[in-house]
């Protein structure tokens, strides 16, 4: 997502847009929201067992001891990503292309996909995160 979003920005200045102004500034802000959390989410989130994942835990540690990251940060970064949410949402709509006469199934699209992911997270905030089962307190 975040490599298509970044082609599409090159694009359009190679189309003539320009790079300057309101809806630009929405789209780039909401792209590095999404980069920051994408970033701190695979060194502060991520798990498992992959070889590389040992180069990544020594990362991991280099930021919690000399940059103060760590888990917590990484959560909050991830919230962000709601605000970050609306942003695109606003430059999507506000974007040429979600003229819903000229492009109806886009625009839908692009509004339905916003709905559903803030309906995702609004969904698991009220619910809060499900304790595993393996992880339970005992009664």
């Known amino acids: 997502m975040l490599a298509a979003a970044l082609a599409h920005r ?9 790079l300057a102004g309101t ?8 792209w590095l929201v ?7 989410a695979l060194l502060f989130l ?6 590389f994942l040992d180069r990544l835990r020594a990362l991991r540690s280099w930021a919690e001891k000399k940059l103060g990251l760590g888990y917590k940060s990484a ?4 919230n962000l990503t709601v605000a970050a949410g609306l942003v695109l949402m606003a430059h999507v709509l506000l974007a040429s ?22 309906g995702l997270y609004l969904r698991y905030r009220l619910r809060g995160r499900k304790t595993p089962a393996a992880r339970a307190p005992a009664a």
């Open 46 to 51: 991520a798990n498992g067992s992959l070889p």
């Open 34 to 40: 999404f980069a920051l959390a994408a970033v701190m």
């Open 23 to 30: 809806q630009p500034a929405l789209g780039l802000a909401a």
């Open 75 to 78: 959560r909050a970064t991830h």
């Open 10 to 18: 090159f694009l359009k200045a190679a189309a003539g847009f320009e």
């Open 97 to 118: 292309s979600s003229d819903f006469r000229s492009n109806p199934v886009g625009s839908a699209w692009l509004v339905a996909w916003m709905l559903i992911s803030q």
